[in-house]
């Protein structure tokens, strides 16, 4: 029997794992992995990480003392909990975690940089080192401008919900780290919007994320290229060769059974080669560009009111919970 495809990936692709769940972290053993407010709400309920989450609660309820209320501890203390799943996480894996900003604060650039510092400086406190930490923030024009200037501070950002080449050149013209490229949202939008459904080399996720690897080769940026949110193993084989794909436990075990040739899709000699239009990304350009790209338009706004929903949800439970500990009576020494 061949080898399976999750190895051949890994040959050509740094695997990612797009999950909260420490346990299937562990599983996997992937280079790098990836966390938003969705994960993190579905890992803080599960039992196994009960601790974690008490833990957190009763540590920014020190932080603000007992005249705070609940929903302010919880407030502070989800950006904590981030912090706390990204440790444990990187005691497992051998590179980097993302931890994301706020997605309230997606159109403010100076708050946007504010929490970024205060979370990085949390991993410093703990004793890692920023190298190892990659802030994620929505590709909005906003997100974007906070991401160049935490990246002169040497923090590297890695900019998510990115659906339309217009976001892709703003964030590398912008010298950002990484970009996170959303595959199967964009398949969501087309297969609503058409009626239609698409496969292999068709997916328009598919053709987003290539569009966007070979212009980013053909001009010799640094950003790399993470493909994201996939909803079948078909849509990783046509991104084989992609920089990195944060890819779910799921997908992962699929990949692992496959033992079918795995070809490379994505290639930097060929992007190089390719006849290319190159793009100047100014606001009123990008503004325009995104307004024509209803699909990105759409899915931009979803995606953060999702996120920010998550959030709020997060802390709802986040506050319940606090209320629980709080009626617990104190054991006796």
């Not at 407010?37 to 609660?57: E, F, G, R």
């Not at 946007?112 to 024009?141: F, H, P, V």
Request: charged share 25%.
């Amino acid at each position: 029997m061949g080898q399976s495809e999750l190895a051949q990936l890994r040959k050509m692709t740094t695997v990612v794992a797009d999950t909260g769940d420490i346990e299937a972290i562990e599983k996997v053993k992937p280079q790098d992995a990836t966390t938003n407010p969705s994960l993190i709400t579905a890992a803080a309920q599960m039992p196994a990480y009960q601790k974690i989450v008490d833990d957190t609660l009763l540590d920014a309820k020190k932080q603000l003392g007992n005249a705070a209320t609940h929903k302010d501890v919880a407030k502070l203390a989800f950006e904590n909990l981030a912090v706390a799943f990204g440790k444990k996480i990187l005691a497992i894996i051998p590179g980097r975690v993302s931890t994301e900003v706020d997605a309230r604060l997606s159109y403010d650039t100076e708050a946007t940089m504010k929490q970024a510092r205060s979370i990085i400086q949390k991993y410093a406190d703990a004793g890692i080192s920023r190298e190892r930490i990659l802030i994620k923030i929505a590709s909005t024009w906003e997100g974007i401008r906070a991401a160049e200037q935490l990246e002169k501070e040497g923090i590297h950002c890695n900019l998510t919900l990115l659906f339309g080449l217009h976001q892709a050149i703003a964030c590398a013209d912008a010298g950002v780290t990484l970009i996170s490229p959303f595959v199967g949202r964009i398949l969501d939008w087309y297969k609503k919007n058409t009626g239609k459904d698409y496969t292999g080399a068709d997916d328009p996720g598919v053709q987003s994320v290539t569009r966007i690897y070979n212009y980013f080769k053909k001009f010799g940026y640094k950003t790399v290229v993470m493909g994201a949110s996939f909803r079948n193993i078909g849509e990783i084989e046509q991104l084989a060769g992609c920089d990195l794909l944060t890819i779910s436990p799921k997908l992962l075990e699929e990949l692992e059974a496959k033992p079918a040739e795995l070809p490379r899709k994505l290639d930097p000699e060929a992007a190089k080669g390719m006849q290319i239009e190159r793009l100047h990304i100014d606001k009123a350009t990008f503004d325009k560009m995104h307004a024509e790209d209803k699909m990105a338009n759409d899915k931009l706004s979803e995606g953060i009111k999702g996120f920010s929903d998550a959030l709020e949800n997060l802390e709802q439970m986040l506050a319940k919970r606090l209320e629980e500990l709080s009626a617990e009576p104190v054991a006796a020494n």
